[in-house]
């Protein structure tokens, strides 16, 4: 589907993670990255600069920020400038916030395999921390170029629509059209504002801007599909907590909206309020359930779906000779396929 990683031969693939840890060695200045959010961490009031600090060293891929300095380079950046690694600091601050307010929105006590910080500090600090870091996120972008400012809005503001949308609206009145506009809000936009980024501080044609940008929304959709279909397969030493939360909490996932759509008896009690002595049981059955059943074939069909359409607006943003990549356009294709094996 996507270009090899430099094989002559043709034998022994490497294996889309160790291709993706060759990507992580190819933007060492996410270590700049990391000095630029903490950098943001200035107040005098110290639990402003504990609870953002307590969640930065609970660790994540970075992939936000990873994607915009990857971008950038594929697009023939000769170095990374003081604005590409204010933009990707911004989005991962971004990012936090989200976290931040999602954990307290979902009242989860576990994030990244540690007490959330919504546990740990309680609703009041946690939620100021997040307003906290999303203006300092604004404080790092309105600085750059009009676009890149006006982009950073409609991504923050997609967010704020996506998680309202999926808390607001009644399972029931879900579709699979509505869960992807969810996906789409919620978790593609940063991803596509970290693409557009990355294209827009290399000057690039607009013609390859809009490339990147459908790039980084579809691997953003495919990515949160990955997700939904993770919390079904996965385990909690793997995933950093327990497994079913988006059936506990009745989530608008792709998987419990294809889940109810297949006519599944079973899949009705998503659609009543959880009842405490047989939730559990309930859960675990659901899991087991799904792990065989059409549904996971179905929401992983469509995670391949939108992970192809990424790997063409790659392919085109790129100039569409892929015989001639550079190892940071090797690396992005990369970062699809990474995305990919974890559930296919
Ligand atoms: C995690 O999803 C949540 C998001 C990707 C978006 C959350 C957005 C907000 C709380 C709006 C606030 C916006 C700003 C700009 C501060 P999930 O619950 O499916 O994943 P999880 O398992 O990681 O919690
Ligand atoms: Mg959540």
Redesign the pocket.
């Given at each position: 589907m996507t270009p090899a990683l430099t094989n002559p031969d043709g034998i022994s693939q490497p294996s889309a993670k160790e291709r993706f840890a060759h990507a992580l060695a190819l933007v060492p200045e996410i270590a700049a990255v990391e000095a630029r959010i903490r950098s943001t961490f200035k107040s005098d009031v110290a639990i402003m600069r504990e609870i953002p600090e307590y969640l930065l060293s609970l660790g994540g891929k970075r992939i936000r920020p990873i994607l915009a300095l990857l971008c950038s380079k594929a697009l023939g950046a000769q170095e990374i400038t003081d604005d590409i690694i204010d933009i990707a600091a911004g989005i991962e601050l971004?990012h936090m916030?989200?976290?931040m307010?999602?954990?307290i929105?979902?009242q989860?006590p576990i994030?990244r395999h540690k007490p959330s910080a919504y546990a740990k500090y309680g609703t009041p600090g946690t939620l100021l921390s997040?307003d906290f870091l999303?203006t300092r996120a604004f404080g790092l972008c309105s600085r750059l170029d009009r676009e890149i400012i006006e982009a950073t809005e409609q991504a923050?503001i997609e967010?704020?629509e996506?998680?309202t949308l999926?808390i607001a609206v009644p399972l029931g009145e879900h579709t699979a059209s509505s869960s992807l506009t969810i996906a789409t809000r919620?978790?593609a936009s940063l991803f596509r504002l970290a693409a557009f980024c990355g294209a827009s501080l290399t000057d690039s044609p607009d013609a390859v801007k809009d490339h990147m940008t459908k790039f980084g929304e579809s691997l953003g959709i495919a990515f949160?599909i990955i997700?939904d279909i993770l919390?079904v397969t996965s385990d909690e030493a793997t995933l950093g907590?327990r497994p079913g939360?988006?059936i506990a909490e009745r989530?608008p996932?792709l998987i419990n909206i294809l889940w109810i759509a297949s006519g599944d008896p079973a899949a009705k009690r998503l659609l009543t309020p959880p009842d405490p002595l047989t939730e559990q049981a309930f859960v675990e059955e659901s899991l087991t359930k799904l792990r065989e059943s059409a549904v996971l074939t179905e929401a992983k069909n469509a995670a391949r779906r939108h992970a192809d359409v990424a790997t063409k607006n790659l392919a085109e943003a790129l100039g569409g000779d892929l015989s001639n990549l550079t190892p940071e356009g090797e690396a992005l294709f990369a970062v699809i396929d990474f995305a990919l094996e974890r559930v296919l």
């Open positions: 971004i916030a989200t976290l307010h999602d954990d929105i979902d989860s994030r997040g999303l923050c967010l704020v996506g998680e999926e919620k978790t949160q997700d919390d907590k939360i988006d989530k996932s």
